[in-house]
């Protein structure tokens, strides 16, 4: 008797195997026949979720988005360091790109598709936005930051991070420009919000 799966789990089914198929594979070299033939499903329940192979490549990276978004909210509410140093803390895990699996990633870099560039930039935007917004408002209530605007704050410096990592984001797997990148990352933010020199010079190597 033929099994009848529900929606979600049959998205996910084909969101988990295009994933896999990417990292075994590539991503070029993946097609939707691979991905249906693995799973024993038509090409039909394929195009009945997603339009093209693209737009299953958006929606795996978004979910590892989302679970990497989830995973550094729950380090934060569990913690109870200030809020500098959780700021650091976030920002240290986003230049470190572990935003998603290297072999997706890397293919978003690499690509040209300027709509796939936009939906991540927008999706992480969307994501850290509130969780910048809520550390601004921690530092600034504990008397560490002194600011006016955190809202406005947090979108220049996550729209200014994600444009630098575009560029130099192949330099971010050198420990030392890394540590380098963070400490002057760690001078601006000082200056930007209005912190005593000596409360931001704990280095969170």
């Known amino acids: 008797m033929r099994t009848v799966k529900d929606p979600l789990e049959r998205k996910r089914d084909l969101m988990d195997m295009a994933s896999m198929l990417f990292l075994s594979r590539g991503y070029e070299e993946t097609s939707v026949n691979m991905i249906v033939e693995q799973l024993g499903v038509a090409k039909g329940t394929f195009y009945h979720y997603f339009k093209s192979k693209e737009e299953i490549l958006e929606a795996v990276l978004e979910s590892y988005l989302d679970q990497y978004a989830e995973g550094i909210k729950a380090f934060l509410e569990e913690s109870s360091i200030n809020g ?8 240290k895990n986003i230049l470190s790109n ?8 890397k293919h978003v870099e690499d690509n040209k598709n300027a709509r796939l560039h936009q939906m991540l930039d927008e999706k992480f935007y969307e994501k850290f936005y509130p969780i910048i917004v809520e550390i601004l408002r921690q530092g600034i209530g504990e008397k560490i930051f002194h600011l006016q605007y955190p809202e406005e704050i947090t979108q220049v410096l996550l729209l200014g991070i994600r ?12 420990s030392q420009y ?7 990352l760690e001078e601006i933010l000082g200056k930007v919000l209005g912190m005593d020199e000596e409360k931001y010079a704990v280095r969170l190597m």
């Open 178 to 184: 890394m540590k380098t990148k963070l400490q002057a």
């Open 84 to 91: 500098y140093e959780k700021l650091m803390f976030v920002l």
């Open 98 to 105: 572990n935003q998603g699996p290297e072999h997706l990633t």
């Open 163 to 174: 444009a630098y990592m575009h560029i130099h984001i192949p330099n971010f797997k050198d």
